[in-house]
């Protein structure tokens, strides 16, 4: 099993910027892909980025150029760095991660807040 715990979600001001981050622990070798997922009040989870073991990458048409996922294989994280943040990126971001058995194991989400 793999657990993920995420970090640095808070309250930012529209056209600021904020980095998320997710540290992977248990079997970690079974990891095929990482990623970003969010989910705004009444609607339902989507994604937002993902980062493949081999480095590639794949954003939502909502975020790119705004948001950069990446990914430390040595330390087992992954990150989200969200920039030009618009009210309507408001929701809670769950840290994905995909192993190679084709499970799915998701953090417990941490809320990002926009004002505009």
């Known amino acids: 099993q793999v657990q993920v715990v995420e970090s640095g979600g808070g309250l930012v001001q529209a056209g600021g910027s904020l980095t998320l981050s997710c540290a992977a622990s248990g079997t970690i070798f079974s990891i095929k892909r990482m990623g970003w997922y969010r989910q705004a009040p009444g609607k339902q989870r989507e994604l937002v980025a993902t980062?493949?073991?081999?480095?590639?990458?794949n954003y939502a048409d909502s975020v790119k150029g705004r948001f950069t996922v990446s990914r430390s294989n040595a330390k087992n994280t992954v990150y989200l760095q969200m920039s030009s943040l618009k009210p309507e990126d408001t929701a809670v971001y769950y840290c994905?991660?995909?192993?190679?058995?084709?499970?799915?194991?998701w953090g417990q989400g941490t809320q990002v807040t926009v004002s505009s």
């Open positions: 994905n991660t995909y192993t190679i058995y084709g499970s799915n194991y």
């Open positions: 980062v493949s073991d081999g480095g590639i990458t």
